[in-house]
Each structure stands twice: as C-alpha cells, then as structure tokens.
C-alpha cells in the first residue's frame, strides 16, 4: 500500500481546515431563529473561550464579533468578564462602552449587584469611568478638554 508524500498530506489537511472553517462561518452567522442558529448563539461564550484556548485566531474573531453584536443590558456584564480572562482589548472596549453608556440602567440592577461582589475591581473601573462622564445631559457636547469647569462649555449647563 503506497503512503501518500508530505505536500498530499499538507493539502488535504489543508482542505479539512477550510473545510471546517467554513462550515463555521455559516453557523455563526445563521439566523438564531432557528434551532440549529440558536444552539450556536448559546454556545458563542464557549467557542470563544476555547478558540484562544487553542489558538485558532479565525474562530476567536468570529465569536467576539458575534458577541459583541449580541451586547444587551443583561450581558454586559458578563461580557465584560469574558474580556478579562484572555484580556481582548476589542471585547473589553465594547461591553465597558455599553456599560458606560446604559450605567444608570444597569447600577440599578440586581446583576450588578452580584458583579460588585464577584469582580470588585471591574466594579470600581465602572463606578470612575461613571463618576467622570464629561459629556452634557443637557446638549450632550463632549467637555472632556474642559474638566476643570463644572458647566458645559457650549450651553453653560452643569454637566456633573
């Protein structure tokens, strides 16, 4: 029995890979109406997770895409999490935005109130990043460069 050289074993290992990469292109992105694209969107923490556990870069970037796309009041958190345990600067940035963003909403929950107990230093980057918000309720102009004042610079509001 003849055993196959190096470059057919190179190209049909290669094959498999685009093989399988494909087939989870296609499962990301289906629709989460249906059965099978639900199971998938259930297991996105997962797949992640083991993704950069076994460095498959493609699959990571996929996953964090579809999880950042899929960022809601009661993940966000969660997500923020994730982001840590490989530090993903793009996750982390995204779901510490969200949080930013929707913090009245989520300060008030009781997930938060589990997460300050869980992740107290995550809690306290929150709770800064809150506390110096330096855009106007008011108009919404960004006073980032004037925080020395407490009014806005362009409708003269309070802003803190």
Not at 4 to 14: D, I, V
Not at 131 to 142: D, E, H, P, T, V
Request: hydrophobic letters at 40%; aromatic letters at 10%; one cysteine or more.
């Amino acid at each position: 029995m003849a055993t196959p050289n190096n470059k057919e074993q190179f190209s049909g290992g290669l094959a498999k890979v685009l093989a399988e990469q494909w087939q989870v292109d296609v499962r990301l992105k289906a629709v989460n109406s249906d059965d099978e694209g639900s199971a998938i969107s259930a297991h996105k923490l997962i797949l992640y997770l083991a993704a950069d556990k076994y460095e498959i870069p493609h699959l990571r970037d996929l996953c964090r895409t579809e999880l950042i796309s899929s960022l809601s009041l009661s993940n966000s958190l969660d997500l923020l999490e994730l982001a840590q345990i490989p530090f993903d600067k793009v996750l982390n940035d995204a779901a510490f935005g969200y949080i930013k963003t929707n913090i009245s909403t989520i300060a008030s929950s009781d997930e938060f109130k589990l997460f300050v107990a869980s992740s107290p230093n995550l809690a306290v980057e929150i709770m800064k990043a809150s506390l110096s918000n330096s855009r106007c309720y008011s108009c919404g102009y960004n006073n980032a460069q004037y925080m020395t004042r407490s009014n806005c610079y362009s409708c003269g509001r309070y802003f803190r």
